[in-house]
């Protein structure tokens, strides 16, 4: 059984910085792009970044390039997604997710990506 766990989320203020883990089980992320989106209230879901597993390529939405990183542990098979400069309109539950027929970085697709994680809250107060 695949399942991912995020954490990390949690009501920060604006300017500070937040990183946020999704530990895998039953999938190893080192063998398939990973990806983090973001939903707001109200908004579609929307991708912010993806770590590729052919080249360790990124690639990042023009909303958050500079603020977010994006990065693997294979030892501890887990992906983060480190925050800077939070802003307001960071609010959001993020999630991370597998795209399993791809190993490289493509466009944010959400039917693309398969397996995906139950989210973390992060709320920023201005």
């Known amino acids: 059984e695949v399942r991912f766990v995020e954490s990390g989320g949690e009501l920060a203020q604006a300017g500070g910085s937040l990183r946020l883990s999704c530990a895998a089980s039953?999938?190893?992320?080192?063998?398939?792009?990973i990806a983090w989106f973001r939903q707001a209230p109200g908004k579609e879901r929307e991708g912010v970044s993806c770590?590729?597993?052919?080249?360790?390529?990124?690639v990042y939405s023009d909303s958050v390039k500079g603020r977010f990183t994006i990065s693997r542990d294979n030892n501890k098979n887990t992906v983060y997604l480190q925050i800077i400069s939070l802003k307001p309109e960071d609010t959001a539950v993020y999630y991370c997710?597998?795209?399993?027929?791809?190993?490289?970085?493509?466009?944010?697709?959400?039917?693309?990506?398969?397996?995906w994680g139950q989210g973390t809250q992060v709320s920023v107060s201005s």
């Open positions: 770590l590729s597993a052919s080249d360790g390529s990124t």
């Open positions: 039953g999938l190893t992320f080192d063998d398939y792009a």
């Open positions: 997710a597998a795209n399993t027929m791809r190993r490289l970085c493509s466009r944010f697709l959400i039917y693309e990506y398969d397996y």
